[in-house]
């Protein structure tokens, strides 16, 4: 085992995706500037400029031509800065790399992978703090990836350069310098299967990305309380491991879903729904969510704090559905 | 270029007829520029285009059946219905699309000629786009960026003087496209596009270009659309007398009397070729009339390819 950071564990992943000479990376300022977050420092001495691309800023050619050079057989990693400027390029995510294969039935493909940073609490202010990972997987053919771990982080990436589908892999700003350990033989974690990073028998909270480690507080001061959480921490969300979802809440009776982006047309609200489909005889109330408030990211710190989920909220949302 | 016109126009009735549905973007009168630009191409480099794709699908050698059956979203169709008359795709012919979105497939095709550089295998991408693409911001981005990178990109532009309703002059700051793209630093010409010899001529000047690894060349095609934008349109923007004005540079009629006079040709070789393609494009109505629909199970299949 190995103890390191999730930017160290991004980078390790992105050489080793480098060893097969298909694979490039592409860009703003992911060589000479080393990476906006620093994930790439170095690689354009190692690995020469023409597999290093620094780019103009100009995210829809970025994306595009990650696909595009897809087609045409290469393995592109193609680099969005922050989630908040891959709306710039969102019509080559959801237009084209997601729907050319379905389009021409299976007769081109797109193994592209667009790793951006997600997430905000950085006191960015309203345009650089968003979450938009719920957006995207909504939309069939693509896949979404929302580590949490260097481990998760590690794991996922490897299967995420073994398929052949696009795929959006969220790094959240805040968990760069997340610690923890990783094997050091080889691994891979595949789409769609969540990870129990806390097992209780009390109450199931799902999470993804840096809501796992607000989860996690949760569930520190829920024991104080005498109550066991379970926190599943869904690290893929298109595919999403219902089956682990399900298990949990047949288990716990109450559960509580924790998401970033705002309330309102979130995910939480598919993964609700979901539940109370299909275990509705197994709850003990209405599922609760708890999100992002309704409103652009304030830059006062305070403010900003109060708009994105905490274990406060967790517990009371717990206390208003469940009573516990 | 009469296969493609034949079949444009049989097309139209089998629209009218409803058996084809959705949109259908007529390449009638641009014939040309499709036919001469694909000839001075290579068989393994890529071709990509707009939404008005069927002529350059049927240049490109897609077979007739297929694409009829394509537009009758059917099973034996070149998508197997999946894309329809927007999205015609031939992975065997590398003829990557066929794109709905104004634009939407020029950065696809910088990435091609990324490819295509990073490989060092000396292809080229051609694509396809009007003159209304230019008004969308990436496609000023990939100018920017396949100049810069020196990228193999032959880019086509079928300057038909309207993009949808509005004409040139009330979209473009600039209507001579192709000092537009001279801007960028990109070699560029313009060429009547309703001369299919002029056209040829003009893509091999821009494949030779390109080839010899001196980076992007933009060829503006001027050429018109005889018919509207779709089977939708009204047609209200733009005046009959202009209309058979053009009517009158057609490219077929043109080329026609060149072979005629230049002795390249007889009537009857002419007459020949036109029952020849009218019997090809009734028997791909024929073939897409008895064609199976694709059925439910095939809703799903290729969203995502399969893990390996």
């Keep these: 085992m190995t103890e390191m950071i999730l930017r160290e564990a991004v980078t390790k992943a992105l050489r080793e995706a480098l060893e097969d000479d298909r694979v490039f990376i592409m860009g703003e300022d992911i060589g000479a500037y080393g990476?906006?977050?620093?994930?790439?420092?170095?690689?354009?001495?190692e690995f020469g400029p023409e597999r290093i691309m620094d780019t103009p800023i100009s995210e829809s050619v970025i994306v595009g031509a990650g696909v595009g050079s897809a087609l045409a057989g290469l393995r592109p990693i193609v680099e969005l800065m922050t989630i908040n400027f891959s709306l710039v390029a969102i019509d080559q995510i959801v237009n084209h790399a997601a729907k050319l294969r379905y389009m021409s039935d299976g007769q081109f493909s797109v193994p592209l992978v667009i790793r951006t940073v997600?997430?905000?609490?950085?006191?960015?202010?309203?345009?650089?703090?968003q979450s938009f990972e719920n957006w995207y997987a909504s939309v069939p053919g693509l896949k979404v990836a929302v580590p949490a771990t260097p481990y998760d982080a590690l794991g996922l990436f490897r299967a995420a350069m073994k398929d052949d589908n696009p795929i959006l892999f969220a790094e959240h700003s805040l968990l760069y310098g997340m610690r923890g350990e990783v094997p050091d033989e080889w691994y891979e974690i595949p789409f769609g299967q969540a990870d129990i990073k806390r097992k209780g028998n009390d109450v199931t909270i799902v999470a993804y990305s840096r809501m796992t480690h607000v989860a996690l507080q949760a569930a520190a001061m829920l024991e104080e309380k005498g109550r066991q959480a379970e926190v599943i921490d869904l690290r893929t969300l298109r595919p999403w491991d219902k089956e682990t979802v399900l298990e949990s809440v047949r288990k716990t009776n109450r559960v509580v879903v924790v998401e970033e982006t705002w309330k309102t047309g979130g995910f939480s609200g598919e993964i609700a729904s979901t539940i109370q489909e299909e275990a509705f005889d197994d709850l003990d109330g209405p599922v609760a969510r708890v999100g992002g408030l309704d409103v652009p990211a304030p830059y006062n710190g305070t403010l900003e704090a109060a708009a994105i989920p905490n274990s406060e909220r967790i517990i009371k949302a717990l206390s208003d559905n469940y009573g516990i | 270029m009469a296969l493609l016109r034949v079949f444009e126009e049989r097309a139209a009735e089998q629209y009218m007829l409803g058996k084809i549905r959705g949109f259908l973007h007529l390449y009638?009168?641009?014939?040309?520029?499709?036919?001469?630009?694909?000839?001075?191409?290579?068989?393994?480099?890529?071709?990509?285009?707009?939404?008005?794709?069927h002529g350059h699908a049927l240049a490109r050698g897609l077979s007739v059946n297929a694409v009829m059956a394509e537009l009758f979203g059917k099973a034996t169709g070149c998508s197997k219905g999946m894309g329809g008359s927007m999205h015609l795709f031939d992975a065997s012919l590398n003829f990557a699309g066929g794109y709905a979105i104004v634009a939407g497939h020029l950065p696809l095709s910088t990435g091609m000629g990324f490819a295509f550089n990073y490989l060092n295998d000396n292809r080229l991408v051609a694509t396809f786009f009007g003159d209304g693409a230019l008004n969308e911001g990436e496609a000023h981005e990939v100018l920017n960026m396949s100049a810069l990178w020196n990228l193999p990109v032959v880019f086509i532009c079928e300057n038909n003087l309207y993009g949808m309703g509005i004409p040139l002059s009330q979209s473009m700051s600039n209507t001579q496209l192709h000092k537009m793209a001279e801007s960028y630093?990109?070699?560029?010409?313009?060429?009547?596009?309703?001369?299919?010899l002029a056209v040829r001529e003009a893509a091999e000047t821009a494949v030779q270009h390109v080839r010899s690894g001196n980076g992007p060349y933009f060829l503006e095609a001027r050429t018109y659309r005889f018919r509207g934008h779709s089977m939708?349109?009204?047609?209200?923007?733009?005046?009959?007398?202009?209309?058979?004005?053009y009517r009158k540079l057609d490219p077929i009629a043109q080329y026609g009397e060149w072979l005629l006079s230049s002795k390249m040709a007889t009537q009857k070789k002419l007459d020949a070729i036109s029952a020849e393609v009218e019997k090809q494009v009734e028997e791909s109505i024929a073939f897409a009339e008895e064609s199976p629909f694709p059925s439910p199970e095939d809703l799903y299949r290729n969203v995502y390819a399969q893990l390996p």
């Excluded at chain 1, 990476?35 to 001495?45: H, Q």
């Excluded at chain 2, 070699?187 to 309703?194: K, N, P, R, Y």
């Design chain 2, 28 to 53: 009638i009168g641009q014939e040309a520029v499709a036919v001469g630009a694909i000839h001075a191409l290579g068989r393994d480099d890529y071709v990509t285009t707009h939404y008005r794709d």
């Design chain 2, 185 to 196: 630093g990109i070699a560029s010409a313009q060429v009547d596009g309703m001369d299919v």
């Design chain 1, 118 to 129: 997600t997430g905000g609490g950085g006191q960015l202010a309203a345009t650089h703090s």
């Design chain 2, 232 to 245: 939708a349109d009204p047609v209200l923007y733009r005046s009959k007398d202009e209309e058979a004005e």
């Design chain 1, 35 to 45: 990476g906006a977050y620093a994930v790439t420092r170095g690689f354009l001495d």
